[in-house]
């Protein structure tokens, strides 16, 4: 069964830093893009940042450029979001996703959802 876990959100205070974990069972990440979205209270989901399985490249948000890095470690299957400098408004629920048709993050479309994990910044 393929299945994306989530991993690594909490509460922070503002101007701290978190790193989410998704890890990958049933499938390997390498043959996928994979993306982060959130999606806060009485909020739209909002597409977060991006790495193509191809080359590596990334998307991100303009709400979070300069703040957070996406990162692929193959040999463990995980694919990592390192949040810094985080503010309030970055205040969700953040999702791993995996596109397997999608060759770079242009066009992403999921085909798989991890059940999320809460991000609260708070003081």
């Known amino acids: 069964q393929l299945q994306l876990v989530e991993s690594g959100g909490g509460l922070v205070q503002p101007g701290g830093s978190l790193r989410l974990s998704c890890a990958a069972s049933g499938f390997t990440l390498d043959d996928y893009t994979i993306g982060w979205f959130r999606q806060a209270p009485g909020k739209e989901r909002e597409g977060v940042s991006c790495i193509s399985r191809t080359d590596g490249s990334t998307y991100y948000a303009d709400s979070v450029k300069g703040r957070f890095t996406i990162s692929r470690d193959n040999a463990k299957n995980t694919v990592y979001l390192q949040m810094n400098s985080l503010k309030p408004e970055d205040t969700a629920v953040y999702y791993c996703?995996?596109?397997?048709?999608?060759?770079?993050?242009?066009?992403?479309?999921?085909?798989?959802w991890g059940q999320g994990t809460q991000v609260t910044v708070s003081s």
């Open positions: 996703t995996a596109d397997r048709a999608a060759f770079y993050c242009s066009g992403y479309e999921p085909d798989y």
